[in-house]
């Protein structure tokens, strides 16, 4: 399963409100998981059931979308969240991953 | 939880990489272990996984050079793959994939090269 992310890259300010979509090349119900990424550190787990927020993670990101079209948003942009972000299907494997979407300033 | 890999950074091509991930905090009979890697600069690519009953799912992408191993008396997973190649060059995890068991090491450059 192939999945595609855009934009693949978009420059925002703090307090901004940013999505960032998802296209999955078959239909994969809501096995839909967001991560993100800094530079030199391991992804990390925002979003995982296309809309379940993952514990710890805080409530200005949100995810949503089932099929094959998904969104991640972040309200409110914050310093911390300048990094890339992953869509990742766990519907069947092997697992695959979106080529990333950059947000910087 | 901590997950420490551990291995080469530098192999030959046409050798063969083995990789260790120390997991500690969690026994590795829970939970479905995989292997991802990330080329420099390039997106995510999931190698495969093991669960502790021995079950394992590869990508088939690798053309059957990558095996996965788990050794539960020292709560190690490991990775092999065979016939290097450049393209294999990339900072490789070790990870548990899921909303309850979102674990990751902090990843070891592996770089293909003579």
């Known amino acids: 399963i192939q999945m595609t992310q855009s934009p693949s890259s978009l420059s925002a300010s703090e307090r901004d409100r940013v999505t960032i979509t998802c296209r999955a090349s078959?239909?994969?119900?809501?096995?839909l998981n967001w991560y993100q990424q800094k530079p030199g550190r391991a992804p990390k787990l925002l979003i995982y059931?296309?809309?379940s927020l993952q514990s710890g993670v805080p409530s200005r990101f949100s995810g949503s979308g089932s099929g094959t079209h998904f969104s991640l948003s972040i309200d409110s942009l914050q310093p911390e969240d300048f990094a890339t972000y992953y869509c990742q299907q766990s519907s069947s494997t092997p697992f695959t991953f979106g080529g990333g979407t950059k947000v910087d300033i | 939880v901590q997950l420490q890999e551990s291995g080469p950074g530098l192999v030959k091509p046409s050798e063969t990489l083995s990789l260790t991930c120390s997991v500690s905090g969690v026994s590795i009979t829970n939970f479905y272990w995989s292997w991802i890697r990330q080329s420099p600069g390039k997106g995510l690519e999931w190698l495969g996984y093991?669960?502790?009953?021995?079950?394992?799912d590869y990508n088939p992408s690798l053309n059957s050079r990558v095996t996965i191993s788990l050794d539960t008396s020292k709560n190690l997973v490991s990775l092999k793959l065979i016939s290097l190649t450049a393209a294999d060059t990339a900072v490789y995890y070790c990870?548990?994939?899921?909303?309850?068991?979102?674990?990751w090491g902090q990843g070891t450059l592996v770089t293909v090269s003579s």
């Open positions: 078959h239909n994969i119900n809501n096995y």
């Open positions: 990870a548990s994939l899921g909303a309850s068991s979102d674990f």
């Open positions: 093991i669960y502790y009953s021995g079950s394992t």
């Open positions: 059931a296309a809309s």
